[in-house]
């Protein structure tokens, strides 16, 4: 599974991001995937506090 598939995974089961953000989220940084968790925050589809935990989550799972 490739880290962006793990990372909509935690999106989804761990923050309760609806897919539709997801989607949305994925087509608007298509050019730059890496970007995914600042488009989320830019459109208001995640808070600050959730931006935190998305790249703690990165962090630990680029450790692993």
């Known amino acids: ?4 598939s793990q990372l909509i995974e935690f999106l989804q089961q761990e923050l309760a991001v609806s897919t539709e953000a997801i989607a949305l ?3 608007r940084s298509a050019s730059s995937p890496n970007l995914l968790p600042i488009v989320l925050w830019q ?3 995640v808070t600050t506090h959730q931006l935190d935990q998305i790249y ?3 962090e630990a799972s680029i450790m692993t």
Do not use: K
């Open 1 to 4: 599974m490739s880290q962006q």
């Open 25 to 27: 989220g994925v087509r």
């Open 43 to 45: 459109y208001g589809l």
């Open 56 to 58: 703690d989550w990165l």
